[in-house]
């Protein structure tokens, strides 16, 4: 019997099901896990991202033969130039007929919108948010990483906090909760412990982690709250950029906008981000999420006809 496989990787994790029919149309039967992409500017990005999910067919007993395989991936895939060759390097791997390969941020959205038309904004480490138009044209917001981009993120929110923090240690800025928070999360004395910590190749998952504990704090200190209502707003931002993009000519409440990450998981930023969006973005009508990058991947893998196929790249072993 034929094998339908999904497959959600990103940096942290890798997530591969195989799929089986239901009364209820395809579900996930059998699920690992296996460790995401890691890799530097001396590795093979594609080679690494070939290798993660070799491992991670082995984990699933390496069924075959594989009808088809759906894959949402961060990293290498995100590039679009990176796809055509990711692709094929999977289908030879696996020996599947057919591989379906896309950025992680198509099948979440495939996920959030249950393959609908709209908006939807992720908000973990970093920011992507995607606008996917009833024609099939796929529009990009932000998503460039932390240095350039990624306002309103986990780590723009752990950074500010962070600073905030070692200011008002230092006598630069207003006295707040996130300074004894900040020395808990990287140590104490916090001016050595964060030299230090330009060191670690975790650097940024470090500081992007700081931010659970700044909307923690934002209950009861000043400068946490502005931190989380500004971050936000910039993510409303963002997704009114997204709309003004994709639905040009929107009416009050006819862009479905949804959300996917942790970061939009804590009451004061998200409330910050939808006041902030319906004050400046009439059309946007918010969604709550129906699924994820793995229920996504469901979809794509069943063949649905949905308009984020223009995202898709297609390689046969």
């Known amino acids: 019997m034929s094998v339908r496989l999904v497959v959600d990787g990103g940096a942290t994790k890798l997530l591969m099901g195989r799929l089986e029919d239901t009364a209820d149309g395809p579900r996930v039967a059998e699920q690992v896990e296996v460790t995401g992409f890691q890799w530097s500017s001396e590795v093979d990005p594609v080679q690494v991202q070939c290798d993660r999910i070799d491992a991670a067919w082995q984990q699933l007993g390496s069924p075959a ?32 007929r057919t591989v ?21 904004i992720t908000v973990g480490t970093g920011t992507n948010c995607l606008a996917v138009s009833p024609d099939g044209e796929l529009f ?30 230092d006598g630069r800025g207003p006295a707040t909760e996130l300074t004894a928070a900040a020395e808990e999360h990287f140590g104490a004395p916090l001016g050595l412990t964060l030299r230090a910590a330009y060191r670690s190749p975790r650097l940024v998952a470090t500081v992007a982690g700081f931010a659970t504990a700044v909307s923690a704090a934002a209950v009861n200190d000043t400068v946490a709250a502005q931190i989380c209502h500004d971050a936000g707003r910039d993510l409303a931002i963002t997704v009114s950029a997204a709309i003004g993009r994709g639905f040009p000519d929107a009416g009050i409440g006819t862009v479905a906008v949804s959300w996917a990450g942790s970061v939009l998981t804590s009451p004061v930023i998200f409330d910050a981000f939808s006041t902030a969006l319906t004050g400046m973005c009439p059309g946007a009508l918010l969604r709550e999420p129906r699924g994820d990058s793995m229920s996504g991947a469901v979809r794509l893998a069943s063949g649905e006809q949905v308009p984020h196929l223009a995202g898709v790249v297609v390689a046969h072993a």
């Open 65 to 96: 033969p594989i009808e088809v395989a759906a894959f949402g991936l961060a990293g290498g895939s995100a590039d679009p130039a990176g796809r055509p060759i990711l692709a094929p390097a999977v289908a030879k791997r696996l020996g599947a």
């Open 140 to 169: 990009n917001v932000d998503g460039i990483g932390y240095l350039f981009g990624d306002a309103g993120s986990g780590f723009a929110i752990g950074r500010a906090g962070v600073r905030a923090g070692f200011a008002a240690m």
């Open 100 to 120: 379906l390969l896309t950025s992680d941020d198509v099948t979440t959205h495939l996920g959030a919108l249950e393959g609908a038309p709209g908006v939807v």
